[in-house]
T-cell receptor, first 117, second 116 residues
Framework: AQSVSQHNHHVILSEAASLELGCNYSYGGTVNLFWYVQYPGQHLQLLLKYFSGDPLVKGIKGFEAEFIKSKFSFNLRKPSVQWSDTAEYFCAVFNSGFSGGYNKLIFGAGTRLAVHP | DGGITQSPKYLFRKEGQNVTLSCEQNLNHDAMYWYRQDPGQGLRLIYYSQIVNDFQKGDIAEGYSVSREKKESFPLTVTSAQKNPTAFYLC???????????????FGPGTRLTVL
């Protein structure tokens, strides 16, 4: 079965530290990749996405992610985190080939990021 | 403002009772989804609907039911058959297949269900 793995369940950083959250997926075909963020008490919202083209994707709030096809990875990065980045981050892969012909979004387990001032 | 609304925000249920969670969208999206979020497990798909009057089971449909009588509404019923219903439930929508961005989903604020 296709799966999405997020390596870190909890990450604690100080402000201005650099961030990298790992995401690996098991599907070998064409994929669309997403990072979603859930701030405390708020909606799950899209941070960035990769469909095709440049494998380095820029998102909102200074986040970026790099798609490395050979490693089946889509790691999220930010050079300098802020206290306001405290949230839960979800990697998701759009998987074609689901039985019944429906393409579905598969989520990783999430990474809780806490940024201390 | 366009968006997805879910109600109620918090819901308490006694064991053995059915309960219905509301999801409404005014984005004119064809497809709607229900997910369950549990700590450390990410989001798991319960049911989805690609078009009005049609819906399909997701990965964890047992103990749940849905209807899709209107494009903007996709209510989820958690039945007494659901063994472990306490969770955070998220509704989402997307523009529907055939559009270049059809696999981008937009999420509602969620309903936290607690079974007492």
């Amino acid at each position: 079965a296709q799966s999405v793995s997020q390596h870190n369940h909890h990450v604690i950083l100080s402000e201005a530290a650099s961030l990298e959250l790992g995401c690996n997926y098991s599907y070998g075909g064409t994929v669309n990749l997403f990072w979603y963020v859930q701030y405390p008490g708020q909606h799950l919202q899209l941070l960035l996405k990769y469909f095709s083209g440049d494998p380095l994707v820029k998102g909102i709030k200074g986040f970026e992610a790099e798609f490395i096809k050979s490693k089946f990875s889509f790691n999220l990065r930010k050079p300098s985190v802020q206290w306001s980045d405290t949230a839960e981050y979800f990697c998701a892969v759009f998987n074609s080939g689901f039985s019944g012909g429906y393409n579905k979004l598969i989520f990783g387990a999430g990474t809780r990021l806490a940024v201390h001032p | 403002d366009g968006g997805i609304t879910q109600s109620p925000k918090y819901l308490f249920r006694k064991e053995g009772q059915n309960v219905t969670l509301s999801c409404e969208q005014n984005l004119n999206h064809d497809a709607m989804y229900w997910y369950r979020q549990d700590p450390g497990q990410g989001l798991r798909l319960i049911y989805y609907s690609q078009i009005v009057n049609d819906f399909q089971k997701g990965d964890i449909a047992e103990g749940y039911s849905v209807s899709r009588e209107k494009k903007e509404s996709f209510p989820l019923t958690v039945t007494s058959a659901q063994k472990n219903p306490t969770a955070f439930y998220l509704c989402a929508s997307s523009i529907g297949q055939g559009h270049p961005s059809y696999n981008e989903q937009f999420f509602g604020p969620g309903t936290r269900l607690t079974v007492l």
